[in-house]
């Protein structure tokens, strides 16, 4: 009887449970490291004069580095919150993601928005895998799935009208157009690899 029950109930505590969690640790410590080192944001982050001046690395970097502990819990909360919900839909392509909506909010920043002289942080690509994800849940429950691209167009929409959404990351100086960048560079990968039926 008990062996019934616990094979009834493994599974379902088994989902509740984030998936891959030391891939999860990974990405954590990935982000956090470089605020242990003294100048790394500086050095790192994008700046638009240090780009045109031959520091191209920086259009990369951006995305790993954050102003201060609240900036990066703030996206280390993010992270958590995507692992937790989407990573039983993770596939090698998550990465495929990530690097394309990296690309599209750096490339968004430089072609798009030539009076923004710096960034950094994790949240353009956040929004990236959030929108990644959501097409991905389609294919598990496509209720689930419209519901996740809803709420992000309405996140989205929202900053593009009024700004970020709580006044209390004003101090961040939240660059709400790397969200958008992001999340259609996350969409775009998402959609071409199901297009080209790879398992996202």
Same mark, same amino acid.
């Given at each position: 009887?008990?062996?019934?029950?616990?094979?009834?109930?493994?599974?379902?505590?088994?989902?509740?449970?984030?998936?891959?969690?030391? =891939?999860?640790? +990974?990405?954590?410590?990935l982000l956090s490291a470089p605020l242990a080192v003294p100048g790394a944001a500086e050095a790192l982050r994008y700046e638009r004069?240090?780009?045109?001046?031959? @520091?191209?690395?920086?259009?990369?970097?951006?995305h790993l580095v954050h102003h201060d502990g609240a900036h990066l819990a703030l996206n280390l909360g993010g992270l958590a919150l995507l692992w937790w919900l989407f990573a039983r839909d993770a596939r090698p392509a998550y990465w495929v993601a990530v690097l394309v909506s990296a690309s599209t909010v750096a490339g968004g920043l430089w072609f798009l928005r030539p009076d923004l002289a710096w960034?950094?942080? +994790?949240? =353009?690509?956040?929004?990236g895998l959030?929108? +990644?994800?959501?097409?991905?849940?389609?294919?598990?429950w496509r209720l689930e799935g419209d519901v996740t691209l809803a709420?992000?167009?309405?996140?989205?929409?929202?900053?593009?009208?009024? =700004?970020?959404?709580?006044?209390?990351? @004003?101090?961040?100086?939240?660059?709400?157009?790397a969200h958008l960048y992001g999340?259609? =560079?996350?969409?775009a990968a998402a959609l071409a690899l199901?297009?080209?039926r790879q398992p996202l």
């Amino acid at each position: 009887m008990e062996s019934s029950l616990w094979s009834k109930l493994r599974p379902r505590l088994q989902a509740a449970l984030p998936a891959h969690p030391a =891939g999860l640790a +990974a990405a954590a410590v990935l982000l956090s490291a470089p605020l242990a080192v003294p100048g790394a944001a500086e050095a790192l982050r994008y700046e638009r004069a240090a780009v045109a001046g031959g @520091e191209a690395w920086r259009l990369a970097t951006a995305h790993l580095v954050h102003h201060d502990g609240a900036h990066l819990a703030l996206n280390l909360g993010g992270l958590a919150l995507l692992w937790w919900l989407f990573a039983r839909d993770a596939r090698p392509a998550y990465w495929v993601a990530v690097l394309v909506s990296a690309s599209t909010v750096a490339g968004g920043l430089w072609f798009l928005r030539p009076d923004l002289a710096w960034y950094l942080g +994790a949240s =353009g690509v956040l929004h990236g895998l959030w929108a +990644a994800a959501g097409v991905a849940a389609r294919r598990r429950w496509r209720l689930e799935g419209d519901v996740t691209l809803a709420l992000l167009g309405a996140k989205l929409a929202w900053e593009q009208w009024q =700004g970020p959404l709580s006044a209390s990351v @004003e101090a961040l100086a939240v660059i709400v157009d790397a969200h958008l960048y992001g999340a259609l =560079g996350g969409l775009a990968a998402a959609l071409a690899l199901r297009w080209r039926r790879q398992p996202l």
